[in-house]
């Protein structure tokens, strides 16, 4: 029975290989299985000389359970370094001893070399005799298992709670075989002949296996524990019911700079950590020697059994120390781009990039080049307080040709961090007493300088992908602030333009309709001493002082529509009482014209006062273009969405496709159009309509203008 339970055990232990210390418990459980059947043979044969052999064979494997037990506690542990060849060579003398005095035997009688049977308490088994060999082989035997002993016990002197259990259960097990040996050689027996030492270790075995695969043991042994635990940089604390500390890992020792923490109450040692842990966010945790500069994120485990009692907890301090310093540094960069957004003004959006680089990256040195494409030079906009007081600033300018990595790294457009100890930055900043640099660009705009007065500077990632995040931003607000400039210049040119223009077309206006009012007078005293038959000179002089008058108003008019603000430029116009009142004016100056009208009636857009003229020119166009005798024009509205299209017909000779690109440019020649200001005037109104003008080919014959509004709401025109 004890050879099978041993050999199941060894089965077993296969199916978990992957275990550590699986497999030395295997050779061991096979090893017994192989000295149960033997000891088994042994006490049933009655042969002396068969009796004889298989005792020397159990003998040979059971020499090997020592060795074997030695190996499977050292590698239980964790220590598996420290079985070298040579170390294993000096376990196995004693097995290697046995074998070898036992196949010499005849020779020097160290060893058992007779049996006998003896009946004593109704039983008949037999005995070998035990000459000075077999002592000495049980006595080694003993400081093998006691080796094994010490190594599992300093293990148990060290384990962490989780696997104290274990531990402790392996080394009860093993005192089975080890107490039943010891009885056996004390003389401690049932019968003189009979070792219940191979019995022992199957139960031995069973115990060793259950702490092994049935608590998953070797999963929490010690050695995953220290690399887990010990080298896990964050700090682990284990707590009792009572939140007094039975455990910690070297970290939480050096969070709170003490060596030893267990027993101590974890609120007089990280005093109100646990009531963090019910809150949202990081804390600054408190040690019990002053403050622990850091933050901490507090996560607390519960401990708890396999029937769900909790008997402590885990604690586990998250060092959160770098994402709260990142996070804190974008807050500032939010900080600083809202001022970037806010400043008008290259100094201000300088002074806010130096500002950053001080308090944010801490480093007490950093200038803002901005470069004047007119100079071809690098100006100091911006320094930081510790390099104002400490270089001339009227001398840190850097020009063209003065070289220098300053301007090496502008010109290339590339970041880096440079040891101006061999690279001189060729301006009074090589007299500060630095180590290295960081340049990074920012574009055209110029160059940011960011260093360190003192000790020499290490740039981490970090602080260069921060640095590299401020340069973009400072480049962009500069840029802004510069378009904005330029744009303002812009527009106090087109002011100033604006009025000259004014001026003169108001002086312009004013002395020629004096001047037409004088002409006009004149004809008036001239037609009392003209002939009649010249009389008619006299009308077209009047005709003409007539529209000139008229066209003044309507420059006026247009000035002041191309002038007026959005908001002010445009209102709703009747389209259809409009479009009436045209057609009606101009048929009547043209008797043989014929205006055909398609309008709905309540058609609003929008447009402004001008809107008359400019239908007026497109109808007056398509007039003096037609060849025919008697022109016909057909006018009407189409509902396109929110759009009102006017399309007024004629049955001219048409426009060329190369035309209707062109007619409405400034410069079109007037043989081209006959009136090519007008038509240039309709695209202009039409265009600050927000609306669109083109022509099209009429069927069968002629063009056909399109004019395209905006519609307006009825409501809108009401109010209008």
């Known amino acids: 029975m004890s050879a099978l339970i041993s050999i199941a055990l060894a089965g077993v232990s296969w199916q978990h290989r992957d275990v550590p210390a ?21 006490h049933l044969s009655r042969d002396p000389a068969v009796a004889l052999s298989l005792y020397r064979l159990s003998g040979i494997l059971a020499v090997q359970v020592p060795a074997i037990w030695v190996v499977f506690a050292v590698i239980y542990v964790g220590k598996r370094e420290y079985l070298t060849l040579r170390r294993i060579a000096a376990i196995w003398l004693l097995p290697v001893a046995y074998v070898v005095l036992t196949l010499t035997e005849p020779s020097h009688s160290l060893m058992p070399d007779s049996v006998v049977f003896v009946t004593a308490s109704g039983i008949t088994a037999p005995v070998v005799d035990t000459p000075i060999g077999f002592w000495a082989v049980e006595f080694a035997s003993f400081g093998y298992v006691l080796v094994g002993y010490i190594v599992l016990g300093r293990q148990l002197g060290t384990a962490r709670t989780v696997t104290r259990r274990q531990t402790t259960l392996i080394i009860m097990g093993s005192l089975f075989p080890f107490l039943s040996n010891a009885f056996y050689v004390a003389g401690v027996r049932v019968h003189p002949g009979i070792d219940l030492t191979p019995i022992a270790f199957s139960l031995n075995g069973i115990l060793i296996a259950w702490a092994l695969f049935k608590y998953d043991f070797l999963n929490v042994a010690p050695l995953a524990s220290d690399v887990l635990i010990d080298e896990l940089p964050d700090p682990v604390l284990v707590l009792d019911a009572e939140d007094c500390i039975v455990d910690h890992n070297p970290a939480a020792a050096a969070l709170t700079e003490r060596e030893v923490l267990s027993g101590e109450d974890v609120d007089s040692v990280l005093p109100g950590v646990l009531d963090r842990t019910d809150v949202d966010g990081d804390a600054t945790v408190s040690g019990f020697r002053g403050t622990i500069s850091g933050a901490f994120d507090p996560q607390v485990t519960q401990i708890r059994d396999q029937h769900g009692i909790g008997h402590g907890r885990l604690l586990v301090l998250r060092d959160v120390s770098v994402q709260q310093r990142q996070l804190e540094r974008l807050e500032a960069l939010q900080s600083t781009t809202q001022q970037f957004i806010q400043a008008h003004t290259e100094a201000e959006v300088a002074r806010a990039a130096t500002d950053f680089a001080d308090r944010v990256l801490e480093q007490d040195l950093a200038v803002v080049f901005t470069y004047d494409d007119e100079t071809e ?82 740039y981490t990632a970090e602080a260069t992908q921060f640095a590299q995040i401020l340069a973009r931003t400072t480049e962009t607000a500069l840029s802004r602030v510069a378009r904005e400039r330029q744009l303002r210049e812009s527009r106090e040119t087109v002011r100033r333009r604006t009025e000259q223009i004014e001026f003169f077309n108001g002086v312009l206006r004013h002395n020629i309709r004096n001047g037409m009012l004088v002409i006009d007078g004149n004809v008036g005293y001239l037609r009392d001493v003209v002939d009649p038959d010249q009389q008619s000179n006299l009308d077209t002089i009047s005709s003409w002082c007539e529209d000139l008058t008229e066209m003044t108003d309507k420059i006026r008019s247009f000035n002041e529509t191309v002038t007026a603000d959005e908001d002010e430029r445009l209102t709703k116009v009747d389209l259809s009482t409009l479009v009436r009142d045209r057609t009606a004016a101009i048929r009547q100056t043209n008797e043989k014209l014929t205006i055909d009208l398609d309008v709905d009636d309540g058609i609003a857009v929008e447009a402004n006062e001008l809107l008359s003229e400019v239908i007026e020119s497109i109808i007056r166009n398509a007039v003096e273009h037609n060849d025919t005798d008697d022109p016909t024009i057909h006018i009407r509205t189409v509902e396109v969405g929110d759009w009102i299209q006017l399309r007024i017909a004629d049955d001219g000779p048409g426009i060329s496709d190369d035309l209707k690109e062109s007619v409405f440019e400034r410069d079109v020649a007037t043989s081209q159009t006959a009136h090519g200001f007008g038509l240039y005037f309709v695209s202009v109104m039409m265009d600050l309509y927000d609306g669109n003008v083109w022509f099209e080919d009429n069927d069968p014959e002629g063009a056909v203008a399109v004019l395209e509004f905006e519609r307006a709401s009825a409501t809108q025109l009401a109010e209008n």
Do not use: H, K
């Open 22 to 42: 699986a497999l030395p418990f295997g050779l061991l459980s096979l090893t017994m299985a192989g000295w149960s059947l033997f000891d088994a043979a042994f």
């Open 377 to 458: 030079r690098l100006d100091p906009m911006s320094l930081t307080d510790s390099a104002s007081n400490a270089v001339d600033r009227e001398t840190l300018g850097i020009d063209s040709d003065s070289g220098g990595v300053l301007w090496e790294a502008f010109t290339d457009d590339e970041m880096g961090v440079y040891d101006v100890t061999d690279q001189p930055l060729e301006c009074s900043l090589d007299d500060l007493p630095l180590s290295n640099v960081l340049l990074v660009p920012l574009g055209d705009m110029g160059l940011l300088c960011i260093g360190s007065l003192g000790a020499p500077e290490a």
